[in-house]
């Protein structure tokens, strides 16, 4: 037969459960479940009792998307808890209707815990709350304001596979971490304000051996960047992006005070390094 679903009905059965909890539908008679004029014929009714999938309207989702997006998409992400709730629904409804994966790839994370592991909770009161973070507590001495880059930072160097550990001391650290970054970039553009790549760049042939090395490894340090991007693998990536800048701040960057520093202004020794220095903030503003 026909299902028998109006608005009528649905704003009956709305109220009555409402009034009784949801348990009155399997308890109620059919005749008590339909409204007027429908009770006279409520022998011509059978009262449903299977259960849809909580997961079927979310697992669809992807037919509202699809001709804005394309289909199927490149990802889907979400909590390592959904692999047998959104993506699983979305997986057979789309297989159901079009006989394909709604994406290309999943790609799922752990959750927050606090420095000692512990799941957050608000009755343990560990929940840390990002804007408090970007924006400091109500006691900015001992939760202090680190800004949005710090916590686009630490988001970016965790390993997203597991759960992930956040606390104020772990924070430090990742604050100290962008302020390196922040004072190796404010170093490099300070020695190349005089400097204008399309007059003053060396090529890179005519560059000293020592600057070549330096724009050779960092090519290989970014195609390392690129490559953990791809895979999604952020924290590695962020991890080579911070070891590489100490290793040209202890080798590259003291050494070059001299040449930026001492030599005349439009020589060949200033501006090779001004090259060098151009073209890695360039790269790395890119990574970063």
């Not at 790839?105 to 804007?131: L, Q």
């Not at 992006?241 to 060949?268: P, V």
């Amino acid at each position: 037969g026909e299902p028998l679903l109006t608005p009528d009905i649905i704003n009956h059965v709305k109220a009555i459960v409402a009034e009784n909890g949801s348990n009155a539908w399997w308890e109620l008679p059919v005749e008590d479940l339909l409204p007027e004029p429908y009770t006279a014929d409520a022998d011509f009714y059978i009262k449903g009792t299977d259960t849809m999938d909580v997961w079927f309207d979310s697992g669809s989702s992807w037919a509202a998307v699809q001709e804005a997006l394309g289909s199927p998409v490149d990802l889907y992400l979400e909590g390592q808890d959904q692999h047998r709730g959104w993506f699983q629904s979305s997986l057979i409804t789309s297989v159901a209707v079009r006989g394909r994966a709604p994406y290309k790839a999943v790609m799922t994370h752990g959750f927050c815990v606090d420095e000692n592991g512990r799941k957050m909770s608000k009755s343990i009161g560990n929940v840390i709350d990002p804007k408090a973070i970007i924006e400091g507590g109500s006691d900015q001495k001992k939760n202090p304001a680190f800004g949005a880059d710090v916590l686009r930072l630490w988001v970016a160097s965790v390993d997203f596979t597991y759960d992930v550990a956040i606390s104020q001391s772990i924070m430090n650290s990742v604050a100290e971490n962008v302020r390196k970054i922040r004072n190796r970039f404010r170093f490099m553009l300070g020695c190349i304000h005089d400097f204008d790549p399309d007059m003053d760049a060396i090529a890179f042939a005519d560059l000293p051996l020592l600057d070549q090395h330096v724009i050779h490894q960092a090519q290989a340090a970014f195609d390392q960047v690129s490559e953990a991007y791809s895979a999604y693998a952020f924290s590695r990536a962020s991890k080579t992006l911070i070891e590489f800048m100490q290793d040209i701040s202890a080798f590259y960057l003291d050494a070059a005070k001299d040449r930026l520093y001492i030599s005349a202004q439009g020589s060949f020794r200033r501006r090779s390094c001004q090259t060098v220095l151009h073209w890695l903030a360039e790269n790395l503003a890119r990574a970063v």
